[in-house]
């Protein structure tokens, strides 16, 4: 083979390979919505659900905002982070558009607020009448952002603590892991001391019919996604999502405290677990036992 072909031929592998990965990327990039109270498919049972969802550039999409819904005696009410109006940001976009603004930060000119800890909207609804609608961030976090951080914290590690117990007990809860590895930069300065990273997804049932599921996407240790499905029909809206937990590539630290090392623990085990396991190992003198019955002697030979 020439010198030039052999040019073209690594050439055609190497942007075949890039593409496949790109595409693969894509395929795994999901479009969630915010949820909506107009689309809630019930206000009859009582509950408590939450939505944070940070992903990639997508102009026709808000790419970071966060609920906190709660369902009381037939009332809805909805605490957002981030929240941008689809209307003002349709407008945003059509004056881009006229004028021929592009690069990296266009999302960032369509959906302009960025979650930052503080809710700025609230809606409160009476089955589906609209009692109280504010979307002004002081009035929404000096009225309600402390109540608002402490159910969401407090939800989040009610679900976490009964993911670990799913955890502890692998083998009643379906209990399933799937580890990957990444592909390696394509350029390495150094090969062999490079430290290949593993994608983790970690998923598991509990007896009341809730689906859980975590994952490390980076292969960095943390667990950037959590969520977890009811299986009674409820339903916040289109493509919002889990009916329960949506937390999809979080970058919070707070909430990092609290999920942050599930996917991990999911490979190598919990504290409980290894404390767990510690206890229950057998004792050296039961193996030496074992070791003798398994290997009987003749008690005539000498």
């Not at 009410?77 to 407008?91: E, Q, V």
């Not at 914290?153 to 117990?165: A, L, M």
């Not at 593993?198 to 019919?209: E, H, L, Q």
Request: with cysteine.
């Amino acid at each position: 083979m020439k010198p030039k072909r052999r040019w073209i031929s690594i050439n055609i592998i190497l942007f075949t390979f890039i593409i496949s990965f790109s595409i693969s990327l894509i395929s795994r990039e999901f479009r969630y919505l915010p949820m909506d109270l107009e689309k809630i498919s019930t206000y009859d049972n009582d509950r408590v659900v939450f939505q944070r969802v940070e992903q990639s550039t997508d102009l026709a999409r808000d790419n970071s905002f966060e609920s906190l819904l709660i369902i009381k005696n037939r009332k809805t009410y909805l605490m957002m982070d981030g929240y941008d109006s689809p209307y003002l940001a349709n407008i945003r976009k059509i004056k881009i558009a006229i004028q021929k603004i592009y690069g990296e930060n266009e999302n960032d000119l369509i959906w302009t607020n960025k979650l930052n800890g503080k809710p700025d909207f609230v809606q409160v609804m009476e089955r589906r009448i609209q009692l109280m609608k504010n979307a002004n961030e002081e009035f929404v976090s000096t009225n309600f952002g402390t109540f608002y951080k402490s159910i969401r914290d407090k939800f989040i590690k009610e679900h976490v603590e009964k993911f670990h117990q799913l955890m502890k007990n692998r083998g009643e809860s379906d209990f399933y892991v799937d580890t990957k590895q990444l592909p390696r930069p394509l350029y390495l300065a150094d090969v062999v001391g490079y430290k290949d990273k593993y994608s983790t997804i970690a998923k598991a049932r509990a007896m009341d019919g809730t689906t859980y599921s975590c994952e490390d996407t980076d292969g960095d240790g943390i667990t950037e996604t959590f969520m977890a499905d009811g299986n009674d029909g409820f339903s916040w809206g289109y493509k919002s999502g889990p009916n329960l937990i949506l937390i999809y590539k979080n970058t919070d630290k707070d909430i990092e405290t609290l999920i942050g090392k599930l996917a991990n623990e999911a490979v190598y085990g919990s504290v409980g677990e290894e404390k767990e396991m510690i206890e229950t190992f057998p004792k050296e003198r039961d193996i030496d036992d074992l070791v003798k019955w398994l290997t009987p002697k003749n008690p005539n030979f000498k």
